[in-house]
């Protein structure tokens, strides 16, 4: 029975993974405590928590002499055999977990459910194999009902393996780095896995109407069963409640049902600004009305979208111009480890800069991710695969047999998330030889394209092309792929887009990659009233794909791996951004060229501190959208600068040249009209004096999966960073918490990020600041953090968790 359901919409994950929750219908036991993990090759192991990543805790493995760039694939970007997968060496850990089934169960079915383990897995409980998966970005469930064995200690074993350096072109991270859970149901009538769906379609701003649909098994002989459905307002008021009797064909227990369509009056519109989420809840009932047999919720946000090639994209009928970031999945120095309160860090940071977008490079996110984007008002659009060839899906099992798979799990689990409105089926497809068909991929795409319009037709469908181009001998024309999606997805290569439209007029464009190098350019030069936007490449820096040894990884992002912001993150807000932005920068290191993914790009070092030696000379450069900017060194001018906006490559930058250094106060100061409208002060820093510890993110939760980010930093006796400070600091815990991560942004360090235990760590300071990643516990005890250098006073501070 095939659906056509109409608009829109958003799932949000159906049961918190923080908490076990129990309904006569349903239960939910997160399964995310007292694993035992240990490497494969190794006879020790140890006692952890998910999510995990094993990956981040090896050693850095320096290359040998002998090691040479591969450049047979120059996206591949392999500068040594290590150096795309962080200088870690991939290799395979065992985790095991034991537990009794409650009484409670006897009787019920009885799922186990992993979202995604790190590169590939295998599963087996009680000694026996029971299922697995071959692409580790994606989740799956196994029936263990009839497996289980009750009254008795039951052991799940879980076999990972993070495969060969070539099977990615980044970090991955390896292990159980997602939520693991135990779902609990009856047996006889329940939903399907992702089984309710919920799309929406705005027929006016005062109207909307509600579509959902409902995948359900019946293992009973009932002819018909009950589903009751409330829909619930943002503020938690129930609109709408109904019951509704559906016929069930013995012959097909395993049936879609399209509920009659629900109305809203007036609906509080989903938008960037405003993302107000309704929330689904349907009940299913045994035609007697019995007990609930099983229940899931959805929430989702109403919203409108449309893509044309006169405007680019309308989101309740406003245009809105994607300003977007790509990354990878990972979280700096918690690698892969996807914890819900760091990846809210991250989209809250590109939120405050003037982000509105993120492109899920080059794989699906977790679910957390998602929701997190819906109740931000971040918009996404949803990745599935890197290139369409075995060694980057996975690397055991051939694409061509996996994607029938991974694509139906992919676009149930993501499709009612509002804030998903494209999917993209792959990126960078310039291996056109190696495709399947020999045809550019177009026969791939459209065999991908068809059985994903059988679970969604409300969004258009797209591949990041690079190059965009038919042949390596011309480029006078796109590649029959780039013809074929829904729209056009070129990374870098925005400059076709004007040539490409003349062509053909029907092409939508999208900047799927955007460089550092090109920022400002491949911002303002596209026709930005009619592109969709653009999504810059790497704007946080993250490990792997390393320019080479030292460096861990990329390394041109405007947020270093600690996620403090470089002086070119307010070159993007000033882009971003209506509101007035000043910033200073000091160049440290000329712009020196380098070959990345085929695409020239330039390393450039800038900091925003007024730290050097006397006889010093720099060159400065203001980041503003104001209208003039005056820069003065200790009170006297060195000049206004007109913003040169007809100058794409000067626009919202103020250059002052071979300015010699004097301590003291280098002060830029704004004007639009004349009117101060903004100012950027930075001092010379005295000797440093004493450490600080300032919390981030405190209060937080004793729910023994928050995380609170603690910014350790050298300063003077004013409170200044001094940024020439580089000491190892000693950090030591108490309390119920555990330090999970430690960083300082410094991307050469062969520094660890892991502690050295869960209650002390040791890290350097990078330009006098470091970050301590600490994981709450259960209970409420006061937390308590010390750290301590040579010669400066330490640094003591004191955390008391909030109820929950």
């Known amino acids: ?69 591969d450049n047979r694939d120059g996206a591949a970007n392999i500068k040594s055999r290590l150096s795309a997968r962080a200088f870690k060496e991939p290799t395979k850990g065992v985790y095991s977990l ?55 200690e039951n052991e799940i074993i879980v076999k990972t393996d993070t495969g060969k350096p070539s099977n990615s072109r980044w970090y991955t991270g390896g292990g159980l780095y997602r939520q693991v859970k135990i779902i609990v149901t009856d047996p006889t009538l329940y939903f399907s896995r992702h089984g309710l769906c919920v799309q929406t379609n705005v027929t006016d701003t005062c109207k909307a109407k509600i579509n959902i649909s409902i995948e359900t098994e019946s293992r009973s002989r009932d002819h018909r069963f009950i589903a009751e459905t409330d829909i619930l307002s943002p503020d938690g008021n129930t609109l709408i409640s109904r019951i509704d009797t559906i016929p069930v064909n013995l012959k097909w227990r395993h049936r879609e049902y399209a509920l009659h369509p629900f109305r809203i009056e007036n609906p509080q519109l989903w938008s960037c600004e405003t993302p107000a989420l309704y929330t689904a809840h349907v009940k299913l009932r045994r035609p007697d009305n019995s007990a609930i047999t099983d229940s899931m919720s959805v929430k989702f946000g109403i919203r409108d979208i449309k893509f044309s090639p006169e405007f680019g994209f309308k989101l309740n009928g406003k245009k809105v111009l994607l300003k977007g970031i790509a990354n990878h999945h990972t979280l700096g120095a918690l690698g892969a480890a996807a914890y819900p309160k760091a990846i809210e860090k991250r989209l809250r940071l590109i939120k405050d800069f003037g982000f509105n977008h993120v492109r899920t490079s080059h794989n699906p996110y977790s679910t957390d991710f998602l929701n997190i984007c819906d109740s931000l008002g971040i918009l996404v659009v949803d990745e599935l695969y890197d290139k369409w060839l075995k060694q980057y899906s996975g690397g055991r099992k051939d694409w061509t047999a996996q994607w029938q798979h991974d694509l139906p799990e992919w676009i149930k689990r993501d499709r009612n998330h509002p804030s998903v409105i494209m999917w ?51 480029d006078s024309l796109p590649a029959p792929l780039a013809r074929e999606t829904d729209i056009a997805s070129y990374n870098y290569r925005y400059m076709y887009f004007p040539g490409d439209s003349r062509r053909f007029p029907d092409m939508i464009f999208y900047q799927s990659e955007a460089n550092r190098s090109g920022m400002g350019p491949n911002f303002y030069e596209p026709d930005n009233d009619r592109v969709i936007g653009l999504a810059y490449w790497g704007m946080i820096d993250y490990l792997g794909e390393s320019a080479g040894w030292p460096a861990k990884g990329w390394e041109q992002g405007v947020f270093d791996m600690s996620l403090q912001p470089k002086p070119e993150a307010w070159f993007i807000k000033s882009m971003f ?4 932005v000043v910033h200073i920068g000091i160049q440290q290191k000329s712009n020196e060229s380098y070959l990345w993914n085929d695409v020239e790009m330039k390393r450039s070092e800038m900091v925003d501190h007024w730290n050097f030696r006397k006889g010093d000379v720099h060159d400065i450069t ?56 903004a100012i950027h002060r930075i001092e010379t820093a005295g000797k440093a004096v004493k450490l600080v510890a300032e919390p981030e993110n405190a209060p937080w939760r004793n729910d023994g999966y928050d995380l609170c980010h603690v910014v350790i ?33 410094d991307m050469h360090s062969n520094e660890l990020h892991i502690p050295y235990s869960e209650k002390s760590a040791r890290r350097s300071l990078y330009r006098g600041k470091a970050l301590v990643i600490l994981r709450a516990g259960k209970s409420n005890t006061p937390i308590e953090l010390k750290a301590k250098t040579a010669n400066l006073h330490p640094a003591k501070i004191n955390m008391q968790y909030v109820k929950r």
């Open 577 to 580: 951004s209506d509101e007035p």
């Open 622 to 677: 203001v980041f503003s959208n104001a209208d003039e900017v005056e820069l003065r060194l200790n009170g006297k001018s060195l000049k206004r600068r007109i913003n040169n906006l007809s100058n794409t490559k000067l626009r919202n930058r103020f250059e002052w040249k071979n300015v010699a250094y004097s301590p003291g106060i280098l002060e830029a100061t704004a004007y639009n009209s004349g009117k101060k409208v």
């Open 98 to 152: 034991r537990f009794t089934p409650q009484n409670s169960w006897k009787g019920k079915r009885i799922l186990l459910d992993f979202e995604g383990i790190m590169l590939v897995g295998d599963v087996f409980l009680n000694g026996e194999y029971i299922g697995g998966t071959d692409y580790g970005y994606l989740g799956f469930e196994i029936d263990i009902s009839k497996k289980i064995c009750h009254s008795q």
């Open 1 to 69: 029975m095939r659906l056509k359901l109409l608009l829109l919409l958003t799932t949000i994950s159906i049961f918190s993974i923080k908490t076990s929750i129990e309904t006569s219908a349903r239960t939910v036991i997160p399964l995310d405590f007292g694993w035992r993990f240990q490497h494969q090759d190794s006879d020790s192991s140890v006692i952890v928590n998910l999510p995990h990543d094993y990956l981040i805790g090896q050693p850095w493995i320096k290359p040998s002499s002998e090691e040479i760039p």
């Open 424 to 474: 993209s089926l792959g990126n960078e497809l310039q291996g056109y030889s190696n495709l399947p068909f020999n045809d550019w991929g177009v026969t791939a795409y459209r065999l991908q394209k068809t059985l994903l319009e059988r679970y969604d037709t409300t969004r258009q469908v797209t591949v990041a092309m690079h190059p965009r181009y038919r042949s390596l001998e011309t």
């Open 713 to 745: 930093r050298a300063v003077d006796a004013k409170g200044r960073t001094v940024p020439g400070i580089s000491s190892e600091i000693e950090i030591s815990l108490s309390g119920d918490a555990s330090i999970v991560a430690v960083d300082n942004g």
